[in-house]
T-cell receptor, first 116, second 111 residues
Framework: DTAVSQTPKYLVTQMGNDKSIKCEQN?????MYWYKQDSKKFLKIMFS???????INETVPNRFSPKSPDKAHLNLHINSLELGDSAVYFC???????????????FGPGTRLLVL | DAKTTQPPSMDCAEGRAANLPCNHS???????VYWYRQIHSQGPQYIIH???NNETNEMASLIITEDRKSSTLILPHATLRDTAVYYC????????????FGQGTTLQVKP
């Protein structure tokens, strides 16, 4: 009965490779997010989709491309991985009932990406 | 979204109340105060939020001062499992759901 799930949990890969992280939520939410937490533990938003439409796109390299096939899924594809991409990536979702609802977010367990 | 200021760390004895302060002196009238926590290696967890009135749920209580420039999260009976980083976030002026996490307060609950 996992609410927000991510796969894989761990991802170790070589520089230059392309990889994808998947996120699924079964809460019936209509807004999903990707956050990045670096080695200094700073947690920063990357993207957000509402009803499959991109609504937040922070200053993120073009190598990162989110894809939302439906409201319950938001995947993150990363091209040409670099050492600095090593981090924990968290997916989150919320019910987009205006300003208040959108900020009440439920997070997944995270994907720990290590680029060698 | 308004800037928030929290102490970097706090200790609390197990079974006692943990009171975590947050300053948000530039908060605007329509911005909510949200509290999240992150237990080691896990995803952030929503705790509670409020606008003007004090709020209580099964996890915690939120006390917001009358001028809304500061708030306190209260964990009434802290347990070892409450050891985590607690984030206070002031926001909601936009409709995007963007949460801006600061450094938070590392709460260490001790036996």
């Amino acid at each position: 009965d996992t609410a927000v799930s991510q796969t894989p949990k761990y991802l170790v890969t070589q520089m230059g490779n392309d990889k994808s992280i998947k996120c699924e939520q079964n809460l019936g939410h209509d807004t999903m997010y990707w956050y990045k937490q670096d080695s200094k533990k700073f947690l920063k938003i990357m993207f957000s989709y509402n009803n499959k439409e991109l609504i937040i796109n922070e200053t993120v390299p073009n190598r990162f491309s989110p894809k939302s096939p439906d409201k319950a899924h938001l995947n993150l594809h990363i091209n040409s991985l670099e050492l600095g991409d090593s981090a924990v990536y968290f997916c989150a979702s919320s019910l987009g009932r205006g300003r208040e609802g959108r900020k009440t977010q439920y997070f997944g367990p995270g994907t720990r990406l290590l680029v060698l | 979204d308004a800037k928030t200021t929290q102490p970097p760390s706090m200790d609390c004895a197990e079974g006692r109340a943990a009171n975590l302060p947050c300053n948000h002196s530039t908060i605007s009238g329509n911005e909510y105060v949200y509290w999240y926590r992150q237990i080691h290696s896990q995803g952030p967890q929503y705790i509670i939020h409020g606008l003007k009135n004090n709020e209580t749920n099964e996890m915690a209580s939120l006390i917001i001062t009358e001028d809304r420039k500061s708030s306190t999260l209260i964990l009434p009976h802290a347990t070892l499992r409450d050891t985590a980083v607690y984030y206070c976030i002031a926001g909601g002026s936009s409709n995007t759901g963007k949460l801006i996490f600061g450094q938070g307060t590392t709460l260490q609950v001790k036996p």
